[in-house]
């Protein structure tokens, strides 16, 4: 029997809307270095999962160009939108659910048109409903001016970005950014939780059009807003070398806010007990402990060149996912910039709306100080960290590594010691109202003063700092049940899982996550 003349109608139309019908945008597409909408798609979700909404969709522009010259030419108006599954082999079937989005920069530039924003405003909404947790594919030009089928002035009563503003704190959002994101697109970006770019992204809040609109001159469009600037301001969390290794990376970071796994290794933990110097101002790079406490290959670092003396990260612990923060005692001393304490705050906020636990290892002198830090409007930026850490209904636990002294210690264990589920600390830890030396030459100062020898004087701060190094040891703290425990560094693992396999996260998902 023949096949049926609408039938055979659809099939043609579909074809229509795949990239083999296109194949010189396609073509031009892979000589810059750049993959296909679909083919991103293609590549995060799982095999047969995709519903597509909206695929026939086309740029309303009906009044200026011809219908089916639109439908060879502006498949799904440039947004390719739907549900489907993500790590579906790792976490099965309802956890991996997912919606997906990614404009198409091989129709118009990958800008938004009508459609294309009532497509948007169509998932947003089924996000909502289905809490669904979100991956954007965000490149393009921003909005669109060329559409002609819809009467239109201002075009501000477009819902789209307030509905998707709205899902924070709801369902976790990873927008992924390469080449050109200018304007509307780079808002979908920057109001995600999580933004994974490539190296070769340019990320924007206005594209050079606009730009030269506003009478700020030429701006070539890879010089709006490259990673070389982006990534170390903190706009971007991972920045990765192509789209292939940001599908990867985005695959992954997803995969923390879908559950526990049941595989995973772990490395050696004793290499932990001389991970830190002995000596007080030595500093060490802080990643290998966490990556040495984590599972084996499961550390994603999070915004690693902006303020760098606080490192934010992802990772598992026998499975489960938790977020980390810790000092980097190669900026700063690890002290507490106004940034530091920013990158920290947020870290707190998203691992709280999506139910991640905390793990905070402490090596911290307390917060920066001086004319400078304050002009950073430190009072203000250090204190959100302190909202956040009162705020946070995931259980926390805090390990001092090396020095906890001051409000910087205490911010990094939420507010105060006794705020995590559990405090440790290693046995070469110190701890102190204050850095030590600090204190001792404010608490003598009088007796200092009246000392008239230079080196006299030092030797009489050595001395009083040498007492007050070993009175701020660890064991003295546990003694006064300052803290809850002194451990064996080799430990530290065990002791996280245990802990947080005793600790219920409470599963509410009310509280927006800041952008910053």
């Known amino acids: 029997m023949a096949e049926r003349d609408d039938l055979t109608e659809l099939r043609r139309r579909r074809e229509l809307t795949e ?9 031009r597409r892979h000589e810059r270095g750049g993959r296909t909408a679909r083919e ?32 060879a030419r502006t498949p799904a108006d440039g947004l390719v939108a739907g549900t489907a599954r993500v790590n579906g082999d790792v976490f099965g079937a309802e956890a991996s659910a997912c919606a997906v989005l990614s404009y198409d920069y091989t129709v118009l530039a990958g800008t938004q048109g009508a459609l294309g924003h009532r497509k948007k405003d169509r998932l947003f909404e089924l996000i909502e409903r289905m809490r669904l947790p979100t991956v954007f594919f965000a490149e393009g030009g921003g909005g669109r001016p060329g559409d002609t089928d819809y009467p239109v002035v201002s075009a501000l009563d477009t819902r789209a970005f307030a509905l998707w503003a709205k899902l924070s704190g709801v369902v976790p959002r990873i927008a992924v950014v390469h080449g050109r994101c200018f304007a509307g697109n780079a808002v979908i970006a920057g109001a995600s939780d999580l933004i994974v770019a490539t190296k ?16 700020l001159g030429e701006v070539a469009p890879d010089d709006v807003g490259p990673m070389s600037v982006q990534e170390p301001n903190g706009n971007v969390d991972v920045v990765v070398a192509d789209e292939a290794e940001a599908v990867a990376v985005t695959k992954t970071l997803l995969g923390y806010f879908q559950g526990r796994v049941t595989a995973w290794s772990a490395p050696d933990q004793t ?15 802080v990643a290998p402990v966490i990556e040495t406490l984590a599972d084996a290959g499961s550390v994603t670092f999070l915004r690693p060149r902006f303020a760098r003396e606080m ?12 977020g980390i923060i810790a000092n980097d005692t190669r900026f700063t001393a690890g002290a507490i910039t ?4 920013d990158k920290a705050a947020r870290l707190l906020q998203l691992c709280d709306a999506f139910g991640l636990p905390v793990v905070s290892l402490i090596d911290c002198p307390g917060y920066m100080v001086g004319p400078a830090a304050e002009a950073e409007s430190l009072v203000r930026r250090a204190s959100r960290m302190l909202l956040a850490g009162a705020a946070l209904r995931v259980p926390m636990v805090a390990v001092i590594l090396r020095r906890g002294y001051g409000l910087g210690a205490q911010a990094m264990a939420g507010g105060s010691l006794h705020e995590p589920v559990l405090t440790v600390a290693w046995p070469g830890a110190h701890l102190g109202p204050m850095g030590l030396e600090g204190a001792v030459r404010l608490g003598m100062r009088k007796e200092l003063e009246a000392i008239a020898d230079d080196a006299e004087r030092e ?16 064991l ?6 300052e803290i809850d425990d002194v451990i064996d560094p080799a430990e530290t693992r065990g002791v996280i899982a245990a802990t947080l396999a005793a600790a219920r996260t409470r599963d509410q998902r009310d509280r927006f996550v800041d952008t910053w």
């Not at 290499?271 to 060490?284: K, Q």
């Not at 030797?459 to 660890?474: E, F, I, Y």
């Not at 003295?476 to 049940?481: C, D, E, K, Q, S």
């Open 459 to 474: 030797k009489r701060v050595a001395a009083a700092t040498t007492t007050a190094q070993d009175n701020a040891k660890a």
């Open 200 to 215: 070769n992204a340019s990320l924007g809040m206005g594209g050079p059009a606009m730009i030269a609109g506003g009478g």
């Open 311 to 322: 490192v934010t990260a992802l990772a598992r612990i026998e499975g489960r996912a938790v």
């Open 476 to 481: 003295n703290a546990a003694m006064l049940f």
């Open 19 to 27: 990239d083999a019908a296109r194949p010189d945008a396609v073509t």
């Open 271 to 285: 290499p932990l007990r001389d991970a830190v110097p002995e000596r007080a101002r030595r500093a060490y790079d």
């Open 40 to 71: 991103n798609l293609a590549d995060l979700v799982d095999p047969g999962s995709f519903v597509e909404y909206g695929r026939f969709a086309i740029a309303p522009q009906r009044m200026r160009r011809d219908v089916e010259d639109l439908i």
């Open 338 to 341: 106004a940034a530091a304490s």
